[in-house]
């Protein structure tokens, strides 16, 4: 998942780097006023979407199986923790009627 995630992060960051010199050198519009700044990061954000989600894809599916794995592992935890507190209830109940 991490691995993912840097993965994601690098392409964003080479998106803003390529827009910010096409803005600069005048190939790509500037934003309005103040907001040119704003309007760079939203273009890589723009431009780096659909990249990754075309490059990223096994690795994607990769962190996908992973946290499948830990939410079952999370469940089957939950599921035994909910059997041992009902066996628990039960030997308590027991006890108390025969007391």
Same mark, same amino acid.
């Given at each position: 998942?991490?691995?993912?995630? @840097? ?8 998106? +803003? ?14 934003? +309005?006023? #103040? ?6 990061? @939203? +273009? ?16 994607? #599916? ?15 935890? +939950? ?10 209830? #039960? ?9």
């Amino acid at each position: 998942m991490l691995r993912y995630t @840097l993965m994601r992060l690098g392409i964003l960051v080479g998106c +803003l780097v390529v827009v910010w010199g096409l803005v600069y050198s005048g190939i790509a519009p500037r934003g +309005l006023g #103040d907001s040119n700044g704003l309007w760079i990061i @939203l +273009l890589a954000l723009v431009i780096s979407a659909p990249i990754s989600f075309v490059a990223l894809r096994k690795e994607r #599916d990769r962190a996908s199986v992973q946290i499948v794995r830990r939410v079952d592992r999370m469940k089957a935890n +939950l599921e035994a923790n909910r059997s041992q507190e009902d066996v628990a209830d #039960d030997t308590a109940r027991t006890q108390g009627q025969t007391s």
